[in-house]
């Protein structure tokens, strides 16, 4: 089955500085592979997506790039800011959801 | 109220206890699903339910046992339960189930159920 591993599982940056979270999967056909960002205490939220037959994609300061050779996918934050400090989970797709072990980031003022 | 919610937010419970949680979403989603996280390790799956129909259960011990009654509400009935079952159990939706043809769509997930057993 789908295994997803995601790196590294805490990230500490200042604010401004760019932030960015990988995770490789084993699944060849896996499709689609969306990010979740979850605060303290909260639940986790679709932040950015990305399917199988596009190589990146941006929302403001977010994006995502896709390497389908390398089974590999990264999220990047640009000019981070408190409010991003949370964790993320990164996940892939081509039926059931695997998710990673999580992100940790904290992004210091 | 919107989204969805979960009830209730903490519960502790004995090892000898029967207790539920309760899932309720407003979204008009077909598909629902009961995940456990647990500190350092990846959203597990747990269920999966269909227009009220079980079409997934990854291997969970039997003592958990959900229950769909309709498309809005999903259950998680507790019994016996053991220390290492404590964690945050989180209900989420999404309009249709994931296929291997489409690939799976947005999950809303709920705050989730903070479950710790003595």
């Known amino acids: 089955g789908e295994n997803v591993e995601q790196h590294p599982s805490t990230l500490s940056v200042q604010e401004g500085d760019s932030a960015v979270i990988k995770c490789t999967y084993s699944?060849?056909?896996?499709?689609?592979f969306p990010w979740y960002k979850q605060e303290l205490g909260k639940r986790p939220q679709l932040i950015i997506d990305i399917r199988s037959n596009v190589g990146e994609k941006k929302d403001q300061r977010i994006a995502v790039t896709l390497n389908k050779t390398a089974k590999h996918f990264s999220l990047h934050i640009t000019e981070t800011q408190p409010e991003d400090s949370a964790v993320y989970f990164c996940?892939?797709?081509?039926?059931?959801?695997?998710f990673g072990q999580g992100t940790e980031l904290s992004v210091k003022p | 109220e919107t989204g969805v919610t979960q009830t209730p937010r903490h519960l502790v419970m004995g090892m000898t206890n029967k207790k539920s949680l309760k899932c309720e979403q407003h979204l008009g989603h077909n598909a629902m699903y009961w995940y456990k996280q647990s500190a350092k390790k990846p959203l597990e799956l747990m269920f999966v339910y269909s227009l009220e129909e079980r079409v997934e259960n990854n291997s969970v011990p039997s003592r958990f046992s959900p229950e769909c009654p309709n498309s809005s509400h999903l259950f998680l009935h507790l019994h016996t339960l053991q220390p290492e079952d404590s964690a945050l159990y989180l209900c989420a939706s999404s309009q249709e189930i994931s296929n291997i043809r489409t690939g799976a769509g947005e999950l809303f997930f709920g705050e989730g159920s903070r479950l710790t057993v003595l």
């Open positions: 699944d060849s056909a896996s499709n689609y």
């Open positions: 996940a892939a797709s081509r039926g059931k959801l695997i």
